[in-house]
């Protein structure tokens, strides 16, 4: 994969969303906040079912299960095992990938 231009790497806030979005969109602030809020709490809902979201041309967001391993304590060397952990992936689609 070649990338013609440098990546630029930057952080966009909440609240700098709400605004490109509201912008874009010609709703208000409020409204686009409430939508995004939304958004967010149903989300949070359905990973916590164990459910996967699917947007088409941005990804997909999946609850899995990362099984206990074996690890290392930093402090005194000392062999440990880390316990199994639940967590959230993000495959990006082929077209966000572009």
Known sequence: MSIDKPLKISKMN???????????TGLTKVDVKKTLDAFISTAAETIKKGERISLVG???VMPTVRPSRKGRN???GK????AERKVVKFRPSAELMK
């Open 58 to 60: 941005f990804g997909t």
């Open 14 to 24: 909440k609240n700098e969303l709400v605004n490109v979005m509201a912008e874009k």
């Open 74 to 76: 930093p402090q005194t």
């Open 79 to 82: 062999d440990i095992m880390i």
